[in-house]
């Protein structure tokens, strides 16, 4: 069966500093991946999808960027985070037909 | 349009009673709608899905009807319990190429004993 993980589940960082979030696949390959904001008590935004390595596509401009550098690796990442880039970002994947996963989410909060 | 319309916002019902969530769409390119189920702090989970060529799905005590004329589909949950408080947001996708999911803002469900 499939599983996906996501690190850390927390985290706590200042603004100006960088961020790295991690999101893994296990059980398939070739998935389509999805990086999702979801602010406190708000629905959820797509931020980036990936449909193969390399491939990335951002849905919402800003200081946020995704890279996939293997085939079940999803990474997000900042150069300097503001305030506004805390919430509930949630990795995503399916297999190209329509259901989609979620993982567990790892929740940011800038200082 | 894009856009997914969800109500209520939020939703008291009592236990044993039925909770019931409304969605609509514009773009009739829609072909896939899903509910997720979200629990506090946790990711949300696929909960029941349906293609616009049924009008009903049901699976244990959750019920999707599909109106494609009036471009509305609803979530029912009978027998509501306790243990379905959470949030839930209805989706909608176009084409099983498409890498979109538009949701719905969410509908916060609180089961009271």
């Known amino acids: 069966s499939q599983t996906i993980h996501q690190w850390p589940a927390t985290l706590v960082q200042p603004v100006g500093s960088p961020l790295s979030l991690e999101c893994t696949v296990e059980?398939?390959?070739?998935?389509?991946l999805y990086w999702y904001r979801q602010a406190a008590g708000r629905g959820l935004q797509l931020l980036f999808y990936s449909v193969g390595i390399g491939q990335i596509s951002s849905e919402v401009p800003q200081n946020l960027s995704a890279s996939r550098p293997q085939d079940r690796q999803f990474i997000l990442s900042s150069k300097k985070l503001l305030l506004s880039d805390s919430g509930f970002y949630l990795c995503a994947w399916n297999n190209g037909l329509y259901e989609q996963y979620f993982g567990p989410g790892t929740r940011l909060t800038v200082t | 349009q894009q856009q997914v319309k969800q109500s209520p916002q939020s939703l008291i019902v009592q236990k044993g009673g039925i909770s019931i969530i409304n969605c609509a769409y514009e773009n009739t390119a829609f072909d896939y709608f899903p509910w997720y189920q979200q629990f506090p702090g946790k990711g949300p989970a696929l909960l029941i899905a349906i293609r616009p060529d049924v009008s009903e799905k049901k699976e244990g005590r959750f019920t999707i009807s599909f109106n494609k004329s009036a471009k509305q589909f609803s979530l029912h949950i009978m027998d509501s319990q306790p243990g379905d408080s959470a949030t839930y947001f209805c989706?909608?996708?176009?084409?099983?190429?498409?890498?979109?999911?538009?949701f719905g803002k969410g509908t916060k469900l609180s089961v009271i004993p």
């Open positions: 059980g398939t390959s070739n998935p389509n």
């Open positions: 989706a909608a996708q176009s084409g099983a190429g498409s890498y979109q999911l538009t």
